[in-house]
C-alpha cells in the first residue's frame, strides 16, 4: 500500500518549539517525518543562535530516531551566504522526496513571511503546527506531557543573566519580568530540551560556564564525559 502521509523535515533548532513541533506532527499522523534540519555553525560547531554544542544535538536526534541534516554556515555568515546554504538543503530535501518542512514559529509574522519568501516556487512547502497557539497554554502543554528544557541562551535587556542556566517551568515563569513571554517568541530567551515525549530517553546534560557575546549570554551545556564517550562510538558505528 502506497503511503499517503507526506514527507516532513522538521527545523530544529534544539530547543522546545522545534521539540513540540516535532511531537503534534508525529501525534498527526498526516506525516512521515524523515529528519531534523539544523543550522550548525562551522567556526563554533554549534547550533547557530543557540549555541548548542553539535554533540548535543545529535544526541537530540538519536534519542528522536531521526537523522539530523546539518546545515554548516560560515562565521560570521552574511544574509546572502545563510540563503545559499539553506537553497542546498532545500535542493537536497526536494531530492529526496521531501515535501514539507516543519517550523516552530509562534507569532511573529515577519519570520513566517520570511521563510514564506524564500521557498516560494519550490517544490516544498512550509508548515507553521504551532502557529497562533495561545503561548501560556502551550507552554502548561509542553509541561503536562513532559518537556523539560533549559534556558541556555537569554537577552540580557530583557532577563536578567541569572536566569541562564535554569530550567523552564512555572517557578521560573513566575519570576519572570512583566511582558515577557512564556515561551520567548519575542527573543527573549531560547532553550535546549532535554527530555520530553519525543525523546525515547532524557539526555544527561550539565552546565558550564556562562559567557556574553554579540550582546546575548549563553550557558556552555555538555554531556557528561560518559555520555559523550558513548555518543562519539555510537556516531562511529
Known amino acids: ?22 511531537q503534534v506532527l508525529r501525534r498527526s499522523n498526516e506525516y512521515e517525518i ?23 544535538v545529535e544526541a537530540q536526534a538519536a534519542a528522536a530516531g531521526l537523522p539530523l541534516w546539518k546545515v554548516p554556515l560560515p562565521w560570521p555568515c552574511s544574509n546572502q551566504e545563510y540563503e545559499a546554504a539553506m537553497n542546498s538543503a532545500y535542493a537536497r530535501a526536494t531530492d529526496a522526496g521531501v515535501d514539507v518542512i516543519a517550523f516552530g514559529d509562534l507569532f511573529l509574522e515577519d519570520v513566517r513571511q520570511y ?3 524564500r521557498m516560494r516556487g519550490l517544490e516544498l512547502n512550509p508548515v507553521f503546527p504551532l502557529w497562533k497557539v495561545d503561548t501560556g497554554q502551550l507552554i502548561k502543554d509542553m509541561w503536562a506531557d513532559g518537556v523539560r528544557s533549559r534556558i541556555v541562551c537569554l537577552d ?24 515577557i513571554d512564556p515561551c520567548g517568541e519575542n527573543g527573549e530567551f531560547h532553550t535546549f530540551v532535554y527530555d520530553g515525549p519525543m525523546f525515547a530517553d532524557a539526555i544527561p546534560v550539565q552546565s558550564g560556564n556562562v559567557v556574553t557575546r554579540d550582546g546575548f549570554v549563553f550557558i556552555d551545556l555538555r554531556l557528561p564525559a560518559s555520555a559523550e564517550a558513548g555518543e562519539k562510538a555510537n556516531l562511529r558505528n
Open 115 to 117: 521563510r514564506e519568501d
Open 156 to 179: 540580557p535587556r530583557k532577563l536578567p543573566t541569572s536566569f541562564a542556566g535554569r530550567d523552564l517551568n512555572q517557578q521560573l515563569v513566575d519570576e519572570f519580568p512583566p511582558g
Open 1 to 22: 500500500m502506497i503511503s499517503l502521509r507526506k514527507k516532513a523535515l522538521v527545523s530544529w533548532s534544539s530547543g522546545k518549539d522545534s521539540a513540540w513541533t516535532l
Open 34 to 56: 524523515v529528519g531534523l534540519l539544523t543550522t550548525i555553525n562551522s567556526n563554533f560547531d554549534r547550533v547557530a543562535m543557540h549555541g548548542v554544542r553539535r554533540e548535543l
